[in-house]
């Protein structure tokens, strides 16, 4: 079980656009549309931002969105915010025979 | 609403059980449209997934801790635990436990996380 590979930090200006990358391999992203992300705030949970790929939770802004393509997945953040400044980290389910989940080494996205 | 709530010691000895539950409320542990689970997040580092249990009792554990940890679930008080043996300054952590949404595998709901520190 390897984690997912993401970028170590990210920045952009307010209201610019960033991706976020995960990549993994063809036993977990490339095998499996269940991809999850989450933002962390220092000292606070994980908040679910983005499951199953591409969909949003009640209450999470539209400016958040997710794909995938082959084994790497993407967090898109659009009109960048001051708030939206915290780490992101995704997940993937990886496994078929065990419940095998494996999160990404996070990323720090600073908004300039 | 549901609600998670971690308890337990903040500080274990090395080589001895780190011992945490997870109180449910807002819903039943027993729903079968969730797992239960526990990650964890060294200081300054990311997050690791732990464990999981379904309210049947069925357990699934990372490899990399599987020799040590223990999973269990108690549906009369609505909890989870988590038992780690032989822990090592490497547990330090913040513990977390979450729900995972079942066919879906995303934690929709998490606990604030309750830090565990193992020093003599």
């Known amino acids: 079980q390897s984690a997912l590979t993401q970028p170590a930090s990210v920045s952009g200006s307010p209201g610019q656009s960033i991706t976020i990358s995960c990549t993994g391999t063809?036993?977990?992203?490339?095998?499996?549309?269940?991809v999850s992300w989450y933002q962390q705030h220092p000292g606070k949970a994980p908040k679910l931002m983005i499951y199953?790929?591409?969909k949003r939770p009640s209450g999470v802004s539209n400016r958040f969105s997710g794909s995938k393509s082959g084994n790497t997945a993407s967090l898109t953040i659009s009109g960048l915010q001051a708030e939206d400044e915290a780490d992101y980290y995704c997940?993937?389910?990886?496994?078929?025979?065990?419940?095998?989940?494996?999160f990404g080494g996070g990323t720090k996205l600073t908004v300039l | 609403q549901l609600q998670l709530q971690e308890s337990g010691p903040g500080l274990v000895k090395p080589s001895e059980t780190l011992s945490l539950t997870c109180t449910v409320s807002?819903?039943?542990?027993?729903?079968?449209?969730?797992?239960w689970g526990w990650i964890r997040q060294p200081p300054g580092k990311g997050l690791e997934w732990i464990g999981s249990?379904?309210?049947?009792?069925?357990?699934y554990y990372n490899p990399s801790l599987k020799s040590r940890v223990t999973i269990s679930v108690d549906t009369s008080k609505n909890q989870f635990s988590l038992k780690l043996s032989s822990v090592t300054a490497a547990d330090t952590a913040v513990y977390y436990c979450?729900?995972?949404?079942?066919?879906?595998?995303?934690?929709?709901?998490w606990g604030k996380g309750t830090t565990v520190t193992v020093s003599s």
């Open positions: 199953e790929g591409s």
């Open positions: 997940c993937s389910y990886a496994g078929s025979s065990t419940f095998d989940v494996v």
């Open positions: 979450a729900d995972i949404r079942d066919y879906y595998y995303y934690m929709d709901v």
């Open positions: 807002g819903g039943s542990i027993s729903s079968s449209s969730y797992y």
């Open positions: 249990i379904y309210y049947s009792g069925s357990t």
């Open positions: 063809s036993s977990d992203v490339g095998s499996y549309n269940l």
